[in-house]
């Protein structure tokens, strides 16, 4: 038989541990805001780290990703992470290629963070298309100054056709069968072109 005294230091023993387990847990659970590429939510988690946050919501990191904090820092209840993940995007800008990462997740908001001023220029996708992870492919044609004779008379134009060809449809000039252009229709469109 279990006497008074003693049953009462058991059951201060038990409220002790459950008191001390609920503090202890509510001191490992932190609420953090996470916002990845610009989407935001709440989370709840057991973590020591930025990653471990990470890993818990299933977000992988890769190369080219800006994660902040750092993955290895510690995390403190009500702590903001931002996670920007990298794009590869590949601009050809008047027949010159070349390959950017961006962080950026429209292709306007690409450009101006990586300073190509493309203000005027015919572009292969839309401004505000948005950019996924898988990047994306992005022709540049920047309006040149062209001068166009047709029939005697000069007609100088500013034109962000890539062809010869696609000069004469921006102006609607027209050719028949047994009319000749100069330079051929498939060259590439050049500052200063003289299109006959």
Known sequence: MITRPVRRIAQAAVVTS???????VSHLDKSVTLSVDGK???????AGTVDDILKKQDISI???DVVVPAPGTPVADGEK???????????????RTRDYWTTATTVAAALQELGIRADSAKLSASRSMSLG???????????????????GKNRPASTTGATVADVLTELNITKDADDRVKPALTTAVTA???IA
């Open 18 to 24: 459950l008191v001390a387990g609920a503090v202890g």
């Open 40 to 46: 935001t939510s709440t989370v709840h988690a057991f």
């Open 62 to 64: 890769r190369e080219h």
């Open 81 to 95: 992470i931002v996670v920007r993940y990298g794009r590869k995007l590949t601009v050809t800008i008047d027949g």
């Open 133 to 151: 992870r898988q990047g994306l492919v992005l022709s540049v044609t920047t309006p040149k100054d062209v001068v166009v004779r047709v029939d």
């Open 192 to 194: 200063g072109l003289k």
